[in-house]
Structure formats: structure tokens, C-alpha cells
């Protein structure tokens, strides 16, 4: 099994940046594909952002294309989201995922951490 612990959330302003974290522990595997979701109220959930295994290739959801950087650090089983320029439209909880094969496909992604709240005020 793989657990999966977010941190980083909170309240911030419009314009503000954060940066989430991921820390994978367990049954771990630097070869699974890492991504973020989230889901605001009364909306489904929504992929985020995706990186393979090699942290060369990264997915971005058009919303948020220029703004958020995914990356990963496998020595240490983290996974990360950079979130500028945010926006309220931005605020959901954001969830880690992670899984084997394609990162560009949310059906990969079977281990799920517990969340974490991102609240951004206009």
C-alpha cells in the first residue's frame, strides 16, 4: 500500500502563491506516476496536474496553464504543486494521487491522500 500526506494548504489573497507538498510512504514507488486533483463544493473533481515517473513530463489542466508547476523530488518521495497568480476560482480541496501508467489518465490514479484546503479570497 501507499500512503499519501498532503500539507501546504490555507487561506491566502488573490495574486498570492502557494506551494503544496505530497510525501509518499509505504509501499513506494518512484516509477508511479504523481498528480493533483481537487474539488470545490457542489463541483466533481478535477485533474489538476500529472507528471510521469521521471518528473520530465508534466499535464495542466488549461485553467491553470502558466500558473502551477508540478514537479517531484523521488529521493524523497515528495511531489509537489507551485500555485501562483491564484485566483478565488482556485479554491477546492486538492487531493495527491498516485498510480501506475499513463499520468495523462485519471484512471492510473488509485492511491488518494486525505486532502488538503486551499481557500483564496478576492
Known amino acids: 500500500q501507499v500512503q499519501l500526506v498532503e500539507s501546504g494548504g490555507g487561506l491566502v489573497q488573490a495574486g498570492d502563491s502557494l506551494r503544496l507538498s505530497c510525501a509518499a510512504s509505504?509501499?513506494?514507488?518512484?516509477?508511479?506516476?504523481k498528480g493533483w486533483f481537487r474539488q470545490a463544493p457542489g463541483k466533481e473533481r478535477e485533474f489538476v496536474a500529472g507528471?510521469?515517473?521521471?518528473?520530465?513530463?508534466?499535464y495542466f489542466v488549461d485553467s491553470v496553464k502558466g500558473r502551477f508547476i508540478i514537479s517531484r523530488d523521488n529521493s524523497k518521495n515528495t511531489v509537489y504543486l507551485q500555485m501562483n497568480s491564484l485566483k478565488p476560482e482556485d479554491t477546492a480541496i486538492y487531493y495527491c494521487a498516485a498510480g501506475a501508467g499513463d499520468y495523462r489518465d485519471v484512471r492510473v490514479y488509485k492511491y488518494w491522500g486525505q486532502g488538503t484546503q486551499v481557500t483564496v479570497s478576492s
Open positions: 507528471i510521469n515517473r521521471s518528473g520530465g513530463s508534466q
Open positions: 509505504g509501499r513506494t514507488f518512484s516509477s508511479h506516476a
